[in-house]
């Protein structure tokens, strides 16, 4: 059995959910502690659990100790079978992230899959529903897989509600260069507003654009009103020929409209700028598939800690060497081999 602690390296959720995943994958079993430490309310929150739940599911697996607010728990793979699966997580926490946490062992599994994940579908902290379907999905279809998402129904903090329906194909996983990303194709400043003021969105677009050159076309406003909500969220976009880069921001209360459109706007245009393939976020989402194919490689920014706390949980489930290698431009290569 592989113990972990969980408050190595950044200490939050990822830790739980890339252990989930390869112990689907290889068939091991393993026990985590001081599950989130580094996080204000440790423990398992509700849609940890839901993941947990999800990868039982999914994977015949076991679980002594999985409860809201549990530090500690021990997980027993069984064998992932395809199939038809509705995963709640009951409040707003992300849909997103406890995708992550079972789409890997759905990837190889024996079939199709259909998935059906209600919650939070654009949550603070983490991948918003439209990162989901244009950034990461379609890299995964180089990698071999097929998988499509639907957004149903948008789901905001922090009433959730929302619902998203994924589709698996799997297939054998093959080593991927993800190096250049090409041209730049376009960009595009989105906001989806439920249940809130109009100058809300207003206010972030202007602030976004005050540091973006980017066309009047580029920009729209979106009143969403099936989202459950109240709740907003700014999101922009950079399609090259070979990615497309969504950097978002979820509008919360205490922080000021204007911050939220200056700092996501800073944000896309250090990642335009850098020249680098793979954002913080999406340099996350690789690790797990190009370690389950063998091999592969991405450029990125700087690795965040969420990175390389993943890189390191990686290696206790897999014989692989994964290398952080700083280029001369100042963009890193990561190397897995």
Not at 83 to 102: C, E, H, I, K
Not at 239 to 252: I, K, L, N
Not at 279 to 308: E, I, K, N, S, W
Request: glycine content about 12%; overall charge neutral.
């Amino acid at each position: 059995m592989i113990i972990i602690d969980g408050a190595e390296g950044e200490g939050g959720g990822q830790i739980l959910r890339t252990a989930l995943s390869l112990s689907l994958v290889t068939g091991q079993s393993f026990r985590i502690d001081n599950i989130r430490a580094n996080r204000s309310k440790p423990g398992l929150m509700r849609q940890h659990l839901t993941a947990v739940e999800a990868a039982c599911a999914i994977g015949g697996a076991t679980v002594e100790g999985a409860t809201i607010g549990a530090s500690s728990l021990v997980f027993t793979p069984g064998r992932v079978k395809a199939g038809d699966y509705t995963f709640a997580v009951g409040t707003a926490g992300s849909t997103g992230l406890v995708l992550q946490a079972v789409l890997p062992a759905l990837l190889q599994a024996d079939g199709p899959s259909r998935l059906v994940l209600e919650g939070g579908t654009h949550a603070h902290a983490a991948p918003p529903f439209d990162f989901t379907a244009d950034t990461l999905l379609p890299l995964l279809a180089r990698l071999g897989p097929a998988v499509t998402a639907r957004l149903v129904r948008p789901g905001f903090h922090p009433v959730g509600g929302g619902r998203v329906e994924v589709t698996v194909n799997p297939a054998p996983l093959r080593p991927v260069e993800f190096v250049e990303r090409g041209a730049l194709r376009g960009v595009r400043g989105r906001v989806l507003l439920s249940n809130l003021p109009a100058n809300i969105a207003e206010r972030e677009v202007a602030a976004a654009r005050a540091v973006l050159d980017w066309p009047d076309d580029a920009w729209s406003v979106e009143d969403v009103p099936d989202g459950r909500g109240p709740g907003n969220i700014l999101m922009l976009s950079a399609a090259f020929d070979q990615v497309t880069e969504v950097v978002s921001a979820v509008g919360r209360i205490g922080v000021r409209a204007e911050d939220i459109g200056r700092q996501t706007a800073n944000r896309v245009a250090g990642y335009i700028a850098s020249g680098a393939f793979a954002g913080p976020y999406l340099a996350d989402q690789l690790l797990v598939p190009l370690a389950l194919a063998g091999g592969g490689c991405f450029t990125t920014v700087r690795p965040t800690p969420h990175t390389l706390t993943a890189a390191g949980v990686i290696r206790r489930f897999l014989e692989r060497d994964i290398r952080f290698d700083v280029r001369e431009e100042g963009t890193h290569l990561v190397t897995v081999t």
